[in-house]
């Protein structure tokens, strides 16, 4: 993508990614019940993780002039368990979670659909709309989660995300805005 607009603004696209991934999964399995929303970029399945997204971006002067969202979907295998780090959530496949068998391309082509709607709703409406249906398909929302940025880690109730797209927990009565973490069950 050629974003216009500031680099915090191309970021948030890891929200309209996370959405159109949901939305793809639900229409494609029948089971939308079944999906969540891992902060800040992972599609949960029956509480495994069954898609992760990936943003790489290029700009200058705090612009973002290319960006590329990479989006990894377990469509019929789920690496072992045994390579993901301890804590980490559990990988899952659609196939051994639904015992539907979905093409490459034919997921594809729905995800590409639901980019589409909710990129425009986010070029004429802003983040807010993303930010409420992102939380109401958020996992373990109100409930404690850490959170993990290089060394330093903190704990606490999953409470929203902001403005912004930050997890923002609460942490012995104290709210605290993270911008980029990795979060643990």
Not at 37 to 43: E, F, G, Y
Request: overall charge negative; proline content about 6%.
């Amino acid at each position: 993508m050629k974003p216009e607009g500031a680099a915090d603004q191309a970021s948030l696209r890891s929200f309209i990614a996370a959405l159109a991934l949901y939305d793809a999964c639900a229409e494609l399995t029948g089971v939308p019940q079944a999906f969540s929303l891992k902060w800040p970029n992972d599609v949960l399945l029956n509480g495994g993780k069954l898609a992760g997204i990936l943003l790489e971006s290029t700009g200058a002067a705090g612009r973002v002039s290319h960006l590329v969202i990479g989006i990894g979907v377990n469509l019929i295998a789920a690496p072992p368990v045994e390579t993901v780090e301890p804590g980490a959530v559990t990988p899952v496949s659609l196939l051994a979670e639904t015992g539907v068998r979905i093409t490459p391309e034919n997921f594809l082509t729905h995800l590409a659909a639901s980019f589409a709607q909710w990129e425009e709703t986010f070029q004429r409406q802003g983040f807010a709309p993303i930010r409420e249906v992102w939380l109401d398909r958020a996992a373990r929302l109100g409930e404690p989660v850490r959170a993990r940025t290089g060394t330093r880690e903190r704990r606490g109730i999953f409470e929203t995300i902001d403005a912004t797209g930050a997890l923002v927990l609460n942490i012995d009565g104290q709210r605290e805005a993270i911008p980029a973490a990795e979060v643990f069950f």
